[in-house]
């Protein structure tokens, strides 16, 4: 089994920067991918970022919608994924879950059910 726990969410204005942290703790994986999804209050869920780990490499992907404002790392010394939210809109309010794909396969970063293990979820809300 494997734990996430993610921080970091509050209430910023527009144009303010967030940054939220996924604590992972439990099984560990040669590779796996971590993402970063949200949900508003009303939509589906959808992918915003995410990175696949390897032994010697972290490949990331991003929403088109956020591409250029946030950016997905690892902090090894921490043992955490974090995203960086900057230049948040009222249009990034949403719940922020992290998630671990324990098999990461090509092209699947977008994709919920590729998801095995994820986070309780942050609150994130931009006002205007």
């Known amino acids: 089994q494997v734990q996430l726990v993610e921080s970091g969410g509050g209430l910023v204005q527009a144009g303010g920067s967030l940054r939220l942290s996924c604590a992972a703790s439990?099984?560990?994986?040669?590779?796996?991918?971590m993402g970063w999804f949200r949900q508003a209050p009303g939509k589906e869920r959808e992918f915003v970022a995410a990175i696949t780990i390897t032994w010697n490499s972290g490949t990331t992907y991003y929403a088109d919608s956020v591409k250029g404002r946030f950016s997905i790392s690892r902090d090894n010394d921490k043992n955490t994924v974090d995203l960086q939210m900057n230049s948040l809109n009222p249009e990034d309010t949403a719940v922020y879950f992290c998630?671990?794909?324990?098999?990461?396969?090509?092209?699947?970063?977008?994709?919920?059910?590729?998801?095995?293990?994820w986070g309780q979820g942050t609150q994130v809300t931009v006002s205007s």
């Open positions: 998630a671990v794909d324990s098999n990461p396969r090509a092209g699947t970063y977008y994709y919920d059910p590729s998801y095995d293990y």
């Open positions: 439990g099984r560990t994986f040669t590779s796996y991918r």
